[in-house]
């Protein structure tokens, strides 16, 4: 028992108190947690208008969006990532985070839009047809009417697909960008300890999807009340 106890101690002074590791991982969640806000942000940008685009009556507008989601569900995260970072903004300059963010909204944007667009369909046809009635354009209708229906509707799935977003963040390491990840990888390469690092990532990760679970939970349970 005391050899465990003394292991366990030793694991945690030499990976996260000594030359103060612990903030290598504190800088690697800042990190994740900006690129997630981000990503999640411009996913949610993209998703709604290529939702509008596969709803709409322009036919090639709804091709390109139907490719731009076949295409980006269709192949994985990472290979998204590097192809961005490496091949298409390669010659950019730009911050690894930017690039980073972009990629990831490119691929949230994807899912986002078959979201958008389910909560779209599930709203009554009667008030689109109410709303025009009164003198609503199509797009006004849209605006004022529909979405606001079909965002309250998929409110839970989108605040899932955050969850999910963070926690495919963690492939950021691929571009040498220094999230949660790759902050557990700069750490085993200093105390070559395989397993203590990447648990104390996976206690990190899990504590956090745990929080915005109990917060998306509390939101469920709100917009069941408003109902």
């Not at 557990?184 to 929080?211: E, K, Q, S």
């Amino acid at each position: 028992m005391d050899s465990v106890i003394k292991s366990l101690s030793d694991a945690i002074y030499y990976n996260l108190i000594r030359e103060q590791r612990y903030m290598q991982f504190i800088q690697g969640l800042g990190i994740s947690l900006q690129l997630t806000l981000y990503a999640a942000v411009l996913g949610t940008i993209i998703g709604l208008f290529m939702a509008l685009a596969k709803l709409g009556r322009i036919k090639w507008l709804q091709g390109l969006a139907t490719l731009y989601v076949d295409v980006i569900r269709g192949t994985p995260a990472v290979v998204q990532l590097v192809l961005i970072y490496y091949a298409i903004l390669g010659s950019s300059n730009l911050p690894k985070i930017v690039v980073a963010s972009v990629a990831f909204g490119i691929n949230s944007g994807a899912y986002v839009c078959e979201l958008i667009r389910a909560g779209i369909l599930a709203v009554d046809r009667g008030q689109m047809e109410a709303a025009r009635s009164l003198g609503f354009s199509y797009s006004h209708s849209m605006i004022y009417i529909i979405i606001p229906q079909a965002i309250k509707n998929i409110l839970p799935a989108l605040a899932n697909e955050f969850i999910v977003l963070l926690k495919e963040t963690a492939i950021a390491g691929y571009i040498a960008l220094d999230d949660l990840t790759r902050a557990g990888n700069i750490v085993r390469g200093r105390t070559f300890d395989a397993y203590t690092p990447f648990i104390v990532v996976a206690l990190i990760y899990l504590y956090i999807t745990t929080i915005l679970t109990w917060l998306l939970n509390k939101l469920e349970g709100r917009l069941r009340e408003s109902d």
